[in-house]
């Protein structure tokens, strides 16, 4: 690849689109028929996780051969060369919604350069809600901008993941729990991470906490955060990018974050804190 194939982003830009729209068909032509199967507990794996990753690495190779891969049900796939670039796909995220018919479900795709992610999609199949974002280039939903809006804080739910949850009351921590309700208001669990982190990107969700993501969960939402003008950061307030080569988050250790605006990130930080709780780490195991 030369120099200016490197700068220019709209061949990975029209790869992505594709890939996402056909994985969006995909799903859907799956939904409410797809066989599934236990890979821990209560977590699933569906023959449609298994249909769009396939369907993706087939395009890749094809596409970008030096190029590597991770996806959620294969792991790592090395590419043909040594090009700084690794895509990372979570073929379903909300597996568990999908088997149950629950219409809350997407697919998320991220393209990496040197650790860090440069391109993000996340594609709602049920709703035909594309989010995206290009590092330096801003985030949009189905084409239009997206960004800080008239505040409407004050009113917005915070979203936190069951494993939030279920931490912070296996530390003994449920005062904290009650206290997110008491700032801020009501909370929603959507059962997906990826759609967590683009409802905070389009305002409609003012926090979004997790402890038990992996990497692919948050690949793509993380830049479509950050692109929003809004925050992303690992439970201790710290980057979590650009990624070491040597991090277990490549082979799926936890990577726990917070999203948000920065007044909000801030207020759950001391939150944390001040709970006394041992807040998880970066990479400490699957």
């Keep these: 690849m030369d120099r200016s194939e490197e700068d220019d982003p709209t061949p990975f830009l029209d790869f992505g689109d ?7 068909e995909l799903l859907r032509s799956h939904l409410g028929r797809s066989l599934s199967s236990a890979k821990g507990p209560f977590d699933l794996v ?16 094809r596409s970008f051969p030096s190029h590597d891969m991770i996806g959620e049900e294969r792991g790592l796939r090395r590419g043909e060369g040594e090009s700084g670039y690794c895509w990372i796909i979570d073929p379903l995220d909300g597996t568990v919604n999908f088997a149950a018919g629950h219409p809350c479900f997407s697919v998320s795709l991220a393209l990496f350069r040197h650790g860090s992610p ?29 960004g800080p809006s008239a505040d409407r804080s ?15 009351l296996a530390c003994s921590r449920g005062e904290m729990l009650a206290e997110v309700i008491r700032r801020f208001g009501k909370i929603r669990i959507l059962g997906s991470q990826a759609l967590h982190l683009c409802y905070v990107a389009a305002g409609r969700l003012r926090l979004a906490a997790s402890v038990e993501a992996k990497l692919w969960d948050d690949a793509a939402g993380a830049l479509i ?13 710290e980057p979590v990018f650009p990624i070491p080569p040597d991090s277990p988050l490549w082979a799926g250790a936890r990577v726990g974050s917070l999203a948000g605006d ?8 001391g939150m944390l804190g001040e709970s006394g709780a041992r807040v998880p780490g970066d990479g400490e195991g699957p």
Aim: contains cysteine; charged residues 20%; proline residues 2%.
């Design 46 to 61: 569906t023959e449609a996780d298994h249909a769009v990753e396939s369907m993706f690495a087939e395009r890749l190779s």
């Design 18 to 24: 594709a890939v996402m729209k056909d994985a969006g």
């Design 225 to 237: 955060v950050a692109e929003s003008g809004r925050r992303y950061s690992g439970l201790r307030g």
């Design 262 to 269: 920065d007044v909000t990130v801030e207020q759950i930080l």
């Design 154 to 168: 004050c009113v917005l739910p915070v979203g936190l993941s069951t494993g939030f949850i279920e931490w912070a």
């Design 118 to 146: 440069v391109i993000g999609w996340v594609y709602d199949p049920v709703h035909d809600e594309q989010f995206r974002a290009v590092r330096g280039g801003g985030a949009t939903l189905n084409g239009s901008l997206m």
